[in-house]
């Protein structure tokens, strides 16, 4: 079941030129009042104070823009640098097997002919003593 209300008539009242001077004059005074109170040295700083705190909320805003923007360029050169590390690895991989040693060797020997030397056709060249004159 609902619940039920009795409301009582609301009373008509006729506007009369009485009662129409009187809610302006009321306003009026009402008004003067607000006039008289902005010049209080109370009302000026509180109103100094809204304003600077809507100047600093502003601030916050923009640094919160900012700081986001700035986070996704570092985002986006952190992974620009994690791709030239990678490409530098395999750069040095490549480095490592194409100066390896027995590589070195083998192309020696089919492009240029080159052939290791025995031991009879090397030749030991004897170290010049300083005291000999070094000249």
């Known amino acids: 079941m609902g619940a039920?209300?009795?409301?009582r008539p609301v009373k008509a009242t006729k506007l009369n030129r009485d009662a129409v001077k009187a809610g302006f004059s009321s306003?009026?005074?009402l008004s003067r009042r607000i006039f008289v109170s902005l010049a209080q040295r109370?009302?000026?700083i509180t109103l100094g104070l809204v304003a600077v705190l809507i100047a600093s909320?502003?601030?916050v805003v923009v640094s919160a823009h900012t700081n986001r923007g700035l986070?996704?360029?570092l985002s986006t050169l952190q992974?620009?640098?994690d791709a030239y590390q990678r490409q530098w690895s395999q750069l040095l991989l490549e480095q490592s097997a194409l100066?390896?040693?027995g590589?070195?060797?083998h192309l020696a020997g089919d492009s240029l002919g080159m052939v290791v030397p025995g031991k009879q056709d090397i030749v030991l060249v004897p170290l010049a003593s300083p005291a000999a004159g070094g000249r």
């Open 42 to 44: 109370d009302l000026v």
């Open 99 to 101: 100066s390896a040693h």
């Open 71 to 73: 986070f996704n360029e």
């Open 27 to 29: 306003a009026y005074r």
């Open 4 to 7: 039920v209300t009795l409301e």
């Open 103 to 105: 590589r070195i060797e």
């Open 57 to 59: 909320a502003l601030g």
């Open 79 to 81: 992974d620009q640098r």
